[in-house]
């Protein structure tokens, strides 16, 4: 039987990118696929670019929010109205290649979860030396207080087979990617699931303006939150 593929793309202005990154998908995945895009209102209006794709192709869904915001609660919802044996989370600037899409798709039959990782052996990430230096040290101390198994907690690029989703429910714990990202990997290493990574560039931002870290107050904040919620995890158990 062939596994049907759910990929979630939260999004927020990213009209310049999306019709582009919606194209490369369905040109790459050859399996039953469902592209679910989980759109925050953006002012730039990428939902509408979406809701045209989505008369015409019904590949394509839009979950346009109103009120609620963040990427995490996106994603969460996204996953929450799939319907795929698979489900993809990745980016919708094209820092994550669309490319590697089958290459994941391949390597997680024998997996329950796949990541592309920025920080195993043949990875790498170009972006500026302080983004650089500061993900590299944020996923270095989570390896070191939750799983050294797993070099890439905060990539945010995997695909999950429906069995894990089952599970561990996609519950973010704050608005923040990162710290979404952190606890489920954290509880999936916990409940015995079996977790790939394989290497990939990650790359800057194909057009727009990124939301992470226009600001090195931003970038601190955003790691003071990860830090936090590593070290609440860890306590945990």
């Not at 050859?30 to 045209?52: A, F, H, R």
């Not at 346009?64 to 993809?88: F, L």
Request: hydrophobic content about 40%; proline content about 5%.
């Amino acid at each position: 039987m062939v596994s049907k593929i759910s990929v979630i793309l939260p999004s927020y202005n990213e009209r310049e990118n999306i019709r582009d990154l919606v194209m490369a998908i369905e040109n790459l995945i050859k399996n039953p696929l469902e592209i679910i895009v989980v759109d925050d209102n953006s002012p730039d209006g990428t939902w509408k670019v979406v809701e045209e794709l989505s008369e015409k192709d019904p590949c394509v869904k839009l979950i346009r929010r109103m009120k609620e915001r963040g990427v995490a609660t996106a994603i969460a919802n996204g996953t929450s109205a799939s319907t795929g044996d698979i489900v993809i989370w990745m980016d919708t600037d094209f820092s994550h290649p669309p490319k590697l899409l089958p290459k994941m798709i391949r390597a997680v039959d024998g997996y329950d979860i796949v990541i592309a990782s920025r920080f195993v052996k043949g990875g790498k990430m170009i972006y500026t030396f302080t983004r650089n230096s500061s993900s590299r040290l944020l996923n270095l101390f989570a390896s070191l207080m939750l799983d050294s198994s797993i070099k890439d907690y905060t990539g945010g690029y995997m695909a999950i087979k429906r069995n894990v989703l089952k599970k561990i429910k996609a519950t973010p714990l704050g608005s923040g990617h990162g710290e979404f990202a952190i606890a489920f990997i954290y509880m999936a290493k916990k409940s015995g699931f079996r977790i790939k990574e394989f290497p990939f560039t990650y790359m800057p931002r194909k057009k727009g303006q990124t939301k992470t870290s226009p600001s090195l107050w931003k970038l601190m904040k955003f790691g003071y939150t990860y830090l936090a919620s590593i070290l609440r995890l860890r306590l945990k158990g």
